[in-house]
């Protein structure tokens, strides 16, 4: 059904749950979790539920259809910003939520290409007494690529590398202006030109995403891996929050998977 959840066979209102805190963990998958989150976290109920959606855009727009006075959302993802809708969304977050952190905005780590777990909790914990009659999301990025494990993260490409290499081909306006739209160009490249195109232009910039770089070292095992690092770094994050809140709890997913 239309923004709800299926449960146990049940179509579920996310917004209607009795929850105090929700925490998001971005495209978590439900097997992986249900593999190693005893380790983190050892009290509640583990239930698998269908999203009604596959990817963040749509289950924003889905789930959050009105104005939640009662809302606090800590966001490590540029889409939930209290800025407005990016180009790539048209959820505008400030029409749905009492208040939004944009920890996406001043703790993102340039390097990383990403917001480690820990900085959605230093962001938390700063507004948590202001809004304490309210409730919370908090929206960790992980287990979400780029993987930061410390067995990954120098295959994390150098974004300034990168930046310069295009710069030197005077590409940057041009490209800066299609960012928006890259994923989509990409797909459409490869189906008209074929996947070998695509990569033979990579190559030409040095440009190899980190799965890619983990691929072509370590073959899927590595990717696996990689994953359930970064799946760990988080739950690990989630049971340091988890001792020190009291209140109804729901960890939610989103995922394809």
Same mark, same amino acid.
């Given at each position: 059904m239309k923004g709800k959840y299926i449960v146990e066979g049940q179509a579920k209102n996310l917004l209607q749950e009795d929850w105090d805190?929700? /925490? /998001? @963990? %971005?495209?978590?998958?439900? %097997?992986?979790?249900? +593999?190693y989150y005893?380790?983190?976290? +050892?009290? &509640?109920? @583990?239930?698998?539920a269908i999203s009604p959606a596959k990817n963040t855009q749509d289950w924003l727009t889905l789930i959050f259809q009105? =104005?939640?006075?009662d809302i606090v959302y800590i966001s490590s993802n540029p889409f939930v910003n209290s800025i407005g809708p990016r180009r790539e969304v048209e959820f505008n977050a400030k029409k749905h939520f009492k208040y939004i952190e944009d920890v996406w905005d001043w703790d993102w780590d340039e390097n990383l290409g990403t917001v480690p777990p820990e900085k959605v909790l230093e962001a938390f914990y700063k507004v948590k007494?202001?809004?304490?009659? +309210?409730?919370?999301?908090?929206? =960790?990025?992980?287990?979400? !690529?780029?993987?930061?494990?410390?067995?990954?993260? !120098?295959?994390i490409p150098n974004r300034v590398k990168?930046?310069?290499k295009i710069k030197i081909k005077k590409l940057t306006k041009q490209l800066s202006k299609l960012r928006p739209y890259a994923a989509k160009l990409i797909r459409l490249v490869a189906?008209?030109? &074929?996947?070998?195109?695509?990569?033979?232009?990579?190559? =030409?910039? &040095?440009?190899?995403?980190?799965?890619? @770089?983990i691929y072509q070292k370590e073959g899927k095992k590595g990717i696996r891996k990689a994953y359930k690092e970064n799946l760990e770094i988080v739950l690990k994050s989630m049971s340091s929050l988890l001792d020190n809140l009291n209140g109804y709890i729901l960890p939610s997913e989103i995922s394809s998977m």
């Amino acid at each position: 059904m239309k923004g709800k959840y299926i449960v146990e066979g049940q179509a579920k209102n996310l917004l209607q749950e009795d929850w105090d805190y929700l /925490i /998001i @963990l %971005d495209a978590c998958r439900y %097997d992986f979790f249900k +593999k190693y989150y005893k380790k983190y976290i +050892k009290k &509640g109920q @583990l239930k698998k539920a269908i999203s009604p959606a596959k990817n963040t855009q749509d289950w924003l727009t889905l789930i959050f259809q009105d =104005f939640y006075e009662d809302i606090v959302y800590i966001s490590s993802n540029p889409f939930v910003n209290s800025i407005g809708p990016r180009r790539e969304v048209e959820f505008n977050a400030k029409k749905h939520f009492k208040y939004i952190e944009d920890v996406w905005d001043w703790d993102w780590d340039e390097n990383l290409g990403t917001v480690p777990p820990e900085k959605v909790l230093e962001a938390f914990y700063k507004v948590k007494s202001k809004y304490s009659d +309210k409730r919370f999301i908090l929206h =960790f990025m992980q287990p979400h !690529a780029p993987y930061i494990s410390k067995n990954y993260v !120098a295959y994390i490409p150098n974004r300034v590398k990168i930046r310069r290499k295009i710069k030197i081909k005077k590409l940057t306006k041009q490209l800066s202006k299609l960012r928006p739209y890259a994923a989509k160009l990409i797909r459409l490249v490869a189906s008209i030109f &074929g996947d070998i195109f695509v990569w033979k232009i990579q190559n =030409f910039f &040095g440009i190899h995403s980190q799965i890619e @770089l983990i691929y072509q070292k370590e073959g899927k095992k590595g990717i696996r891996k990689a994953y359930k690092e970064n799946l760990e770094i988080v739950l690990k994050s989630m049971s340091s929050l988890l001792d020190n809140l009291n209140g109804y709890i729901l960890p939610s997913e989103i995922s394809s998977m």
